[in-house]
């Protein structure tokens, strides 16, 4: 089946320790996205790339990590510099068009939760 | 920063009842889309409507859109248990990447 998945579904740190969320997807997409949800509120977007090896910083990049080597990979490391990293993490993709009427609809992966304990 | 804000942040009806929510933005958009979210999961794109449209509809889902007001709105008529969810406007600015709103929190009781 064609889609996102994102792995662990649940995951733990501890104190001072990096841990990175993996997102994968099979639908050929150019473009993907790393987004936090905290509990009742909207999504804040982290990171964001539309080709292999190459992302840009979203709106809440400080203490998170990404890289892009592959088309369908889109690794984030939540670092310790992150203070407050427990949420609910989602992974999306699109497909990348230009012009004025893209429309980029967003496919979401089911996302991750992160706890620190 | 948040680009879109839902309106309210919780409803709550019975089956059969229509329900409305609104989405208000702050900067020109190319178009707005509308999501939802099932509780721990991750979100599922409803509809799209472009700068250059005033209504959409999809099933039992009609939006509008006034760009003079910088608003829409999203409503689900003859509403399902089923259809318990949060509902999330998104708006595409050209930044590449959507910008989405807090949530409307939707109940529907049997």
């Known amino acids: 089946d064609g889609g996102i998945t994102q792995s662990p579904k649940y995951l733990f740190r501890k104190e001072g320790q990096n841990v990175t969320l993996s997102c994968e997807q099979n639908l050929n997409h150019d473009a993907m996205y790393w987004y936090r949800q905290d509990p009742g509120q909207g999504l804040r977007l982290i990171y964001y790339s539309q080709i292999v090896n190459d992302f840009q910083k979203g709106d809440i990049a400080e203490g998170y990590s990404v890289s892009r080597e592959k088309k369908e990979s889109f690794p984030l490391t939540v670092t310790s510099a992150q203070k407050n990293p427990t949420a609910f993490y989602l992974c999306?993709?699109?497909?990348?068009?230009?012009?004025?009427?893209?429309?980029?609809?967003?496919?979401f992966g089911e996302g991750s939760w992160l706890t620190v304990v | 920063s948040q680009q879109g804000e839902e309106d309210p942040q919780a409803l709550s009806i019975q089956e059969g009842e229509n329900a409305t929510m609104n989405c208000s933005y702050k900067t020109s958009i190319n178009n707005l889309q509308w999501y939802r979210q099932n509780s721990g999961r991750g979100l599922v794109h409803l509809i799209l409507?472009?700068?250059?449209?005033r209504e959409k509809h999809s099933g039992r889902l009609r939006v509008t859109l006034d760009t003079s007001k910088k608003s829409s709105s999203l409503l689900i008529t003859a509403s399902r248990a089923a259809d318990t969810a949060s509902y999330f406007c998104a708006t595409d600015t050209g930044r590449r990447a959507l910008t989405f709103g807090s949530g409307t929190r939707l109940q529907v009781q049997p």
């Open positions: 999306a993709s699109s497909i990348e068009e230009s012009g004025f009427y893209s429309g980029n609809t967003i496919y």
């Open positions: 409507i472009r700068s250059n449209e």
